[in-house]
């Protein structure tokens, strides 16, 4: 009788352990799904004008020229237009940008600028909040925005990540 009972409380267990570790694996993420971070691209956003914003993407990798990319804004920011790009051409897309446009590697080394593409663009966010008279005028960001490198072309040689000395 009491082998019965432990057979029964260890089939219990097992049970239980299967449903916890199906559970836990329900919650998972694809990491190829996320966001990554990258020291691959460089990017720059300006204020041109009210709703008028400007981005550089400069290409810093070793491992070659950026043909397509996306950006997304950060959350409560909507790209509405695009105005100019100094070369190649972007669209919107549901409130984010897609470009095409080659963005040539760095030449020499991953430590000096490679080729940059500029895109001027219309983009609508939260509202501002009013000045604060203790700390002056706020200026908001679009903090979570990401950029996704969706094609390259590799170079086939190494692009070294730091000058030889005496250089």
Same mark, same amino acid.
């Given at each position: 009788?009491?082998?019965?009972?432990? $057979?029964?409380?260890?089939?219990? &267990?097992? @049970?239980?352990?299967?449903? *916890?570790? $199906? @559970?836990?694996?329900?919650?998972?993420?694809?990491?190829?799904? =996320?966001?990554?971070?990258?020291?691959?691209?460089?990017?720059?956003?300006?204020?041109?004008?009210? +709703?008028?914003?400007?981005?550089? *993407?400069?290409?810093? =990798?070793? &491992?070659?020229?950026?043909?397509?990319?996306?950006?997304?804004?950060?959350?409560?920011?909507?790209?509405?237009? /695009?105005?100019?790009? =100094?070369?190649?051409?972007? /669209?919107? !897309? !549901?409130?984010?940008?897609?470009?095409? +446009?080659?963005?040539?590697?760095?030449?020499?080394?991953?430590? &000096?600028? +490679?080729?940059?593409?500029?895109?001027?663009?219309?983009? %609508?966010?939260?509202?501002?909040?009013?000045?604060?008279?203790?700390?002056?005028? *706020?200026?908001?960001? %679009?903090? +979570?925005?990401?950029?996704? *490198?969706? %094609?390259? %072309?590799?170079?086939?040689?190494?692009?070294?990540?730091?000058?030889?000395?005496? &250089?």
């Amino acid at each position: 009788m009491t082998g019965r009972i432990w $057979a029964v409380a260890i089939c219990s &267990l097992a @049970a239980a352990a299967l449903v *916890v570790a $199906a @559970a836990a694996d329900a919650d998972t993420v694809d990491p190829d799904q =996320s966001a990554k971070v990258s020291s691959d691209v460089n990017l720059s956003l300006r204020v041109i004008d009210s +709703g008028v914003y400007e981005l550089t *993407v400069q290409n810093q =990798s070793g &491992l070659g020229s950026i043909n397509r990319f996306a950006w997304v804004p950060g959350p409560g920011w909507t790209v509405t237009a /695009i105005v100019a790009t =100094s070369y190649g051409k972007c /669209i919107v !897309n !549901n409130g984010a940008m897609s470009c095409n +446009g080659k963005i040539s590697a760095p030449t020499r080394c991953t430590c &000096l600028p +490679g080729g940059k593409m500029r895109i001027r663009f219309r983009m %609508t966010g939260p509202p501002a909040p009013p000045p604060s008279k203790q700390n002056g005028t *706020v200026i908001v960001g %679009t903090a +979570g925005g990401f950029l996704v *490198v969706k %094609t390259i %072309t590799l170079v086939h040689r190494h692009i070294p990540s730091a000058l030889p000395s005496g &250089l």
